[in-house]
């Protein structure tokens, strides 16, 4: 059964970095699949943020793409996002997931999500 | 590609057969999946390639359409149905989401 769970600081000031991680069981973290961020801020939609591949390809959203960083750490058989210079605007709930690849490509497995707050 | 859900609020009654109804700015095939999400849970993938039916979903949810119009229908509404559900593409890069149709007990 795979499962992703994220962790991270709740509180971040503005203008500093946010950096999240997310622990992937399961399934090898090297398995042919994207490993993606999407957040959704209170009372509103989702937004995807960026992934990266089995093999490492990054891929960003460009409203957000001079911001972040997703990486993978294999050993530990986790990723993580960092999202630089945060305003009041990244404020949202943070949710990690696995999206598949290929004609049927989904996001069908989704962390509970971490609610990440900017405020000084 | 913006994709545009509607309604964005639905109210409706047990038994009923409720359509949500996504339309995407441009072509698309067949890449899009539909979510459900409840208060404070993270969203559950309920259809993806348009139209297939993820493993564990109930049969009265069911997918259809391809290009730029998709649409979800649940046959008959249950209690456990009432929460807010998402259109995603991922035909093309960013990937986007519909604003959500938020389907509450009449």
């Known amino acids: 059964q795979v499962q992703l769970q994220e962790s991270g600081p709740g509180l971040v000031k503005p203008s500093e970095t946010l950096s999240l991680t997310c622990a992937v069981s399961?399934?090898?973290?090297?398995?042919?699949?994207?490993w993606s961020w999407i957040r959704q801020p209170p009372g509103m939609g989702l937004e995807w943020i960026g992934e990266i591949s089995d093999s490492g390809t990054t891929v960003y959203n460009p409203s957000l793409k001079s911001r972040v960083t997703v990486s993978v750490d294999k050993i530990n058989n986790q990723f993580s996002l960092k999202l630089s210079s945060v305003t009041a605007a990244d404020t949202a709930l943070y949710y990690c997931?696995?999206?598949?690849?290929?004609?049927?490509?989904?996001?069908?497995?989704w962390g509970q999500g971490t609610q990440v707050t900017v405020s000084s | 590609i913006q994709l545009t859900q509607s309604p964005s609020f639905l109210s409706a009654s047990v038994g009923d057969r409720v359509t949500i109804t996504c339309r995407a700015s441009q072509g698309i095939s067949s890449y899009l999946a539909w979510y459900q999400q409840k208060p404070g849970k993270a969203p559950k993938l309920l259809i993806y390639?348009?139209?297939a039916l993820q493993s564990g979903v109930p049969s009265r949810f069911s997918g259809s359409g391809s290009g730029t119009e998709f649409t979800l229908t649940i046959s008959s509404l249950q209690p456990e149905d009432f929460a807010t559900y998402y259109c995603?593409?991922?035909?093309?890069?960013?990937?986007?989401f519909g604003g959500g149709t938020k389907v509450e007990i009449k």
């Open positions: 995603q593409q991922l035909n093309s890069y960013p990937l986007t």
């Open positions: 997931a696995r999206k598949t690849k290929g004609e049927g490509r989904s996001v069908d497995c």
């Open positions: 399961g399934v090898s973290i090297s398995s042919s699949n994207w």
């Open positions: 390639a348009a139209s």
